[in-house]
RNA sequence: GCGCCCGUAGCUCAGCGGAUAGAGCAUCGGUCUUCGGAACCGAGGGUCGGGGGUUCGAAUCCCUCCGGGCGCGCCA
């Protein structure tokens, strides 16, 4: 099912072409329709400020009221559309057809689990890579924002026909897995009773201890190191490979699962990404040495400075590595787009990233990176301090053994991107009115109860009418599944999920006030029929809703 | 100092250049002998951080100031 509001858009682009062949409007360039949803009911469905927009274009003296009278006796015809108005200074407000509205919730119930689905990709394969915090210890909330993000993106843009991969990058090389090594490393030298110092800068975290007492346990001493000599990689490794099974099985708690975890590491094979990236990038002219170093010549793609690709002492930075794996993706796999999803932290990262990506001869529009802000960890009033110190961390397991997953994820979810968030851990956890996690789920609940009353009653959705579907409520309640398929376009163009729970809860209140007003089972067989096809159809589609948030839909609650 | 993000109701946040700026929670007041009350209806509450500008029209775009967060590494 197409959305309704391209299809208007379609008859209004329609119209304006008819009207300008007849003469009634000049031939400028039209502006888009870009229909919306007017704030208040007496402006109808949609509202389209298409004619206030032509005026302009079409230079002074066009009067927009005539100009939307003009479009509107063009308007080809259309069983969605019941009444077109012309309001205020030129406004065009279309009302739907009421039986054309009653008629949406069969095809609702038709379309299924697949209510919602979109052919905006038409099978382009999209990349989206979200968290690959460093395996050097536990992941916290803040990831967890970043995976609920991630998780949600893929899933919408899978709707929308895009082929999706999920992927983690694992930075299992570089100088801080060398740090992380050196800690483990000295941990595990004084339960072998050798004497050790962690290094000062060092991984602080009693899990680090308790990772090398796991390593020690399973090991005992044969891992050791002649005295003085430098900690073994194979230390490092497993602390590493352990880190990364924790990493994934607190991310699947979160319901988030990744198609692919990609190695640093194996960028670094011989003849690998990193030397065939390195070498396209120095014929491309890009490279240039100095003061000992290897440098992006970044400034001729117009960036504030340079970046160091090879250190002084010969080993790749971190944006070395980051741009052999983007080759990877795009001139390798061969995705059209990437999505990558970053911290606050990573902003400066962001425009020589894409400087980069330039540079290997890639359009930067198809990366496009995504910033959300940071989290403050709150219990009440109470700041929970975030700090790396050990003992500190809140992990992101932590807070879903606490508020659980659903909740987890709507919250994170709710705020957009941009804004920095509060997680009150006491209101997300709290079930109750307070909480709208469960106003949304417990509509679902509440439809499932009623399926099954139906059920007990022998009334049956099958064959009913839903023509019978008259009621404002009821009305109210088909215009709001209608807009799903708009969301998911949306949320494709723009990758704001937080879009998501605001439109579950105005679903939910929609079905909320449909179940006050209208009674669904009753002596009217006809009429139960009719309106059990409603139910049936607002189950599919806030069960979508919450299938696309990663949140589970229940039956009972 | 420079860059990015934020500042909207008591609190947490939506708001796609358009019409009288919205939601949840909180506060106050109502609804229900029947399908799930974790519900529904209503009320109060706003100099959209301040000031300029563009526009027929600005919370939204531009400039500037104030306040907060994050960056500005041969860290990742």
Redesign the pocket.
Known sequence: MAGVRDELEALLTEAVRRAQEGGVVPPVAAPPP?L?????P???DY???LA??L??AAGRGAN?QALARAIVDHLPAHPAVGAVEI???????VRLAEPWLASQVDAIIAAGERFGDQDLGRGRRVQVEFVS??PTGPIHVGNGRGAVFGSTIAAVLRAAGYRVETEYYV?D?????A?FTATLYAHYQRLCGREAEPPAEGYAGEYMRELAARIHAEQGAQLLAPPGASPPDEIGLRGVRTLVDQIRSDLAELRVRYDSWYS?RSLYAPEGRYEQAMRLLHERGYVTE????T?LASTQLGE??D??L????G?????A?DIAYHYDKFLVRGFDTVVDI???????????MRAAVDALGVDPERLRVL?Y??V?LKRGQEVVRLSKRAGDIITLREVLDEVGADACRFFFL?????????F?LE?AKR??????V??V???H??????L???AE?GATPDRGDVQLLRHPAELALVREMLTLPELVE?VTQ?L?P??LP?YA??L??AF???????????EDAAL?SA?LRLTLAARIALARVLGLMGMSA????
């Open positions: 870009q919306e949803r007017p704030q208040r007496e402006h109808g509202a389209s400020s206030l927009r005026a302009r927009p309001a205020g200074p030129g406004f065009i407000n915090a460093n930075n090389g570089g100088s801080q897995i740090l640093e100095r003061e000992g170093a440098w504030d400075k970046n160091v090879v250190r002084r002492d080993s790749p930075t971190y944006f590595a970053w911290g606050a932290d990573h902003q400066g990262h962001v425009s020589r910033i802000q940071l403050t709710s705020r957009s991107m941009d804004s920095q968030m509060d009150d209101l079930q109750s009115n307070e909480n709208p469960y106003y789920q417990y509509a609940a509440r439809i499932a109860g009623i099954r009353t139906a009653r949306r723009t704001e937080h879009l605001h809860m105005e939910a209140t909320h006030a449909f179940y006050t007003e209208c009674r669904v089972v009753s139960s309106r229940p039956e009972r609650m």
